[in-house]
C-alpha cells in the first residue's frame, strides 16, 4: 500500500473517529442534565430552616451544606441543630446525614429520602447523652427531612421542561448530579 493510500486512511480514521465522539457529545447533552452541587446547593437552601415542633420537642435544622462525596451514590447534607426538649436545657450543634436523592415525576423534584446520621456533634454533652440524642435526632429527621426538595426543574429552561417527563434515572456521581433522559 502506498504512503498516499495509509495516510488517506489515518486521515479517515481521525475523521471517523472525531465524528463519533461529537455524536456522543451531542447525544449525551440531549439525554443528561448534570446539576453540581452549588447549583443544589442554592436549591436547597430556599428549603431551610426546617422546624419540628410537638409536645415534647423542638428542632430546627439550618445553614445547610450539601455534599457530593466522590464514590458515593447518596447524598450528604451538614445542617446547624437546634434542640429543646421539655424540662431540658437547649442545645446546639453540628449534624451530619446523607441519604437516597429520588425523582418525583409528578413535581418535577428530586428530593433526599432515607436520611441516615453520619456524624452528630452537640456541644455540652456526654457519650451517653450524645448517643440519646442521636436516636432522637434519628426520629425528628424521619419526621422532617426525610423527601425534603433538594431541586426543581425549572419551567424557565426548555430542556429542564421537557425532561419533567422523560426521566429515566438520577444519580450522584463523580461530584454532581446526573439526571438520565429516556
Keep these: 500500500m502506498s504512503k498516499s493510500k495509509s495516510r488517506l486512511i489515518v486521515i479517515l480514521l481521525v475523521v471517523a473517529g472525531a465524528s463519533a465522539v461529537a455524536t456522543w457529545l451531542a447525544w449525551r447533552s440531549l439525554h443528561v442534565i448534570v446539576l453540581s452541587r452549588e447549583e443544589i446547593q442554592?436549591?436547597?437552601?430556599?428549603?431551610?430552616?426546617?422546624?419540628?415542633?410537638?409536645?415534647?420537642?423542638?428542632?430546627?435544622?439550618?445553614?445547610?451544606?450539601?455534599?457530593?462525596?466522590?464514590?458515593?451514590?447518596?447524598?450528604?447534607?451538614?445542617?446547624?441543630?437546634?434542640?429543646?426538649?421539655?424540662?431540658?436545657?437547649?442545645?446546639?450543634?453540628?449534624?451530619?446525614?446523607?441519604?437516597?436523592?429520588?425523582?418525583?415525576?409528578?413535581?418535577?423534584?428530586?428530593?433526599?429520602?432515607?436520611?441516615?446520621?453520619?456524624?452528630?456533634?452537640?456541644?455540652?454533652?456526654?457519650?451517653?447523652?450524645?448517643?440519646?440524642?442521636?436516636?432522637?435526632?434519628s426520629l425528628v429527621l424521619a419526621a422532617s427531612l426525610d423527601r425534603v426538595t433538594l431541586y426543581r426543574l425549572s419551567e424557565k429552561r426548555p430542556k429542564e421542561v421537557e425532561a419533567k417527563r422523560r426521566v429515566k434515572s438520577v444519580k450522584v456521581t463523580s461530584g454532581h448530579v446526573e439526571i438520565q433522559l429516556e
Excluded at 450528604?76 to 441519604?99: P, Q
Design 42 to 137: 442554592r436549591a436547597v437552601e430556599k428549603k431551610f430552616p426546617i422546624e419540628k415542633r410537638d409536645l415534647i420537642v423542638s428542632v430546627s435544622f439550618s445553614n445547610p451544606a450539601v455534599r457530593l462525596e466522590e464514590g458515593s451514590d447518596r447524598i450528604g447534607l451538614a445542617a446547624s441543630v437546634d434542640a429543646r426538649l421539655i424540662g431540658a436545657k437547649a442545645v446546639s450543634g453540628r449534624l451530619e446525614l446523607d441519604g437516597r436523592i429520588e425523582y418525583d415525576p409528578a413535581k418535577g423534584e428530586l428530593y433526599l429520602t432515607d436520611p441516615q446520621i453520619r456524624q452528630m456533634e452537640i456541644a455540652g454533652l456526654g457519650e451517653r447523652e450524645t448517643g440519646l440524642a442521636k436516636s432522637l435526632a
